[in-house]
């Protein structure tokens, strides 16, 4: 009997050793596929500003982010062995543009049997590195944050899957699934102003056409573009090692899968350099096969709706009214004077409005977002101020409609909790805030147009579905 006993037990311990192994294994297993979304923390330097910054920021990104969108599971469309990864370094234009260029890119990434890496942000832009772009990123001390600064990734990921798309990666994953290594490095082309790439890749204008001139002989759509290397671009990527530089020609694509065939093959680690998106001088791929999605989709990060709403309840409850103003579109194109002479006409027909408004709902709060503020739109200098010299700075309009609408309430961050300032320190949380603020009052008024303002309307619209007031003014441009 009792060497039967011993059997039994010297069997139990057997098996305990074998089950304790298997599920040593399948933990390894599991780990090796979640994916660490957070870029690595800064040392704090008190001694440089712009690094502190940088630094609080980031420390505030991790307290802020959940867990599980700190360790994001990949969930690989295909075969770990045949998925490949799309990695873009710069993305065209500002919030709105490029998270609509961003989509385009995951729908892409989708209808090319795999997934999109997620781009790192910086003030509304984006970029695939967290070094950010540009050649003299070093002098400048910028750093761009982990995409969960302005959205909820998880929610992200599901709205996506929702859709029919491929689940996002991080550029971790790309690093180590690829072991830093691009199969190819893509320029596209695209038709319209060659001077960013001309001053990227420091050629002057025979080379550039030297290149043009080989695309339009050539049946394949694309070419070999050894210039790209002079770049030092692989530096600018983290020292990546880049197999292949070519060009392409996007008129030639609009069917994905030529592109698949002709130019990427087998390549699975695949890098654009730049990402404009789907449209007129943009890359004209057919992605109709997918869901299309707007970017009022995506949620937003939690702690900044946490701010919006807090804000609302302190300074704008019951009931407000609220304005935004895309005011760029009210001055480009024309002179110093002739744009003033629209933006106050235009801030006239908005202060009738509001007191007919105020009286009819019986509403005395209002509500002003531009993007002359500080947080707004980082082109009205650049595209319009450099064109006219003597037209006064962005600040003095930004006062002059604050003062034309008798004093809205606007949003200030020193207006928020400590403890929830440093996150604002990035314009393109704040203004994150500023949609969430907007597309809560019981009435918009909207100026100008434009894509942010379209998504502003859209998340109107998801919180009032059955009796939304929205009034647009001075669209006719």
């Not at 702690?303 to 409850?317: C, D, G, N, P, V």
Request: with cysteine; hydrophobic share 40%; aromatic share 10%.
């Amino acid at each position: 009997m009792a060497t039967r006993m011993k059997k039994v037990a010297t069997l139990l311990l057997f098996i305990a050793t074998i089950a304790t192994a298997l599920w040593v294994v399948f933990i390894y297993l599991n780990s090796s596929i979640f994916v660490d979304i957070e870029p690595t923390g800064l040392e704090c330097d008190n001694d440089n500003v712009n690094k502190m910054l940088s630094c609080q920021l980031q420390h505030v990104i991790q307290s802020t982010t959940p867990k599980q969108q700190q360790q994001q599971h990949h969930i690989a469309p295909h075969s770990q062995d045949c998925v490949r990864l799309i990695f873009s370094y710069r993305y065209f234009e500002q919030l709105a543009m490029a998270t609509t260029n961003f989509i385009s890119l995951a729908s892409l990434a989708t209808l090319l049997d795999g997934s999109a890496v997620i781009p790192y942000v910086h003030h509304s832009r984006m970029s695939g590195v967290p070094q950010g772009i540009g050649r003299n990123r070093k002098l400048h001390d910028i750093r761009y944050f982990n995409m969960s600064l302005y959205f909820d990734l998880k929610g992200v990921n599901q709205v996506l899957q929702q859709h029919g798309y491929s689940p996002l990666v991080s550029y971790d994953y790309l690093t180590s699934r690829c072991n830093k290594t691009l199969d190819v490095l893509i320029h596209f082309i695209f038709q319209g102003n060659t001077k960013d790439a001309k001053k990227w890749y420091k050629i002057n204008n025979r080379i550039f056409q030297q290149v043009k001139d080989r695309l339009a002989k050539t049946k394949k759509g694309w070419t070999f573009c050894p210039f790209i290397a002079n770049a030092n671009i692989a530096q600018q990527l983290g020292d990546f090692n880049i197999k292949r530089y070519i060009c392409v020609d996007p008129t030639k694509f609009q069917s994905v899968e030529k592109f698949k065939r002709q130019v990427l093959k087998d390549t699975k680690c695949i890098g654009f350099v730049q990402w404009k998106g789907i449209g007129t001088n943009r890359a004209l791929f057919n992605l109709t096969r997918n869901q299309r999605i707007k970017p009022s989709l995506f949620p937003h990060n939690k702690k900044l709706i946490s701010i919006a709403k807090t804000y609302i309840k302190r300074y704008l409850s019951p009931r407000y009214i609220a304005v935004h103003g895309r005011i760029e579109r009210l001055l480009i194109g024309k002179t110093s004077q002739a744009g003033i002479r629209y933006l106050r006409s235009c801030m006239q027909v908005l202060n009738r409005n509001l007191f007919y408004l105020r009286q009819q709902h019986n509403i005395d709060r209002s509500f002003l977002s531009t993007d002359l503020a500080d947080s707004g739109s980082d082109t009205i200098y650049n595209k319009y101020y450099e064109q006219e010299r003597k037209l006064e700075k962005k600040k003095e309009l930004y006062h002059m409609a604050i003062a034309e609408l008798s004093q809205p309430h606007v949003f200030n961050a020193s207006l928020v909790d400590k403890n929830d300032r440093a996150i604002l320190r990035d314009n393109g949380a704040t203004a994150i805030v500023e949609m969430q603020i907007l597309s809560h009052a019981d009435i918009l008024i909207t100026i100008g147009g434009g894509n942010f303002q379209q998504w502003i309307v859209d998340l109107y619209m998801k919180k009032h579905p059955h009796n939304p007031k929205i009034i647009p003014i001075c669209q006719n441009l």
